[in-house]
């Protein structure tokens, strides 16, 4: 595994790294959001993030709550994750999408 500087983990919700993930610059793994009902918005919501075996997430992304991003996947630098990655998948944007299947 490697974690290259400049990263934010905020870990309440609980973080999992998979073997080999590789995590560069500036990366933000958030584990907690916020309810958006107004009379409750103070309260925090945790939930894991995971990354597994052989992920590689680009300087800059940013991974939200409950996220899980699936073997061999990679993030594209400046992506922001708000769901699930399949494995051997690439995303990219602001959401992140789906920009091609790894061979």
């Known amino acids: 595994m490697f974690i290259n500087s400049g990263c934010k983990f905020q870990d309440q ?3 999992y790294l998979g073997d080999r993930a590789l995590i560069g610059h500036n990366v933000v793994l958030a ?10 918005r103070a309260s925090l919501e945790p ?45 990219g944007g602001t959401p992140a999408r789906p920009l091609k299947e790894i061979a």
Request: charged share 15%.
């Open 13 to 15: 919700g609980g973080i």
């Open 31 to 40: 584990t907690l959001n916020h309810l958006l009902d107004p009379a409750r």
């Open 47 to 91: 939930a894991p993030i995971r990354l597994e075996e052989d992920v590689w997430v680009g300087s800059g992304a940013i991974v939200l709550p409950g996220v899980t991003i699936g073997r061999g996947a990679v993030v594209a630098a400046g992506a922001v994750v708000t769901r699930d990655v399949p494995a051997l998948t690439v995303v």
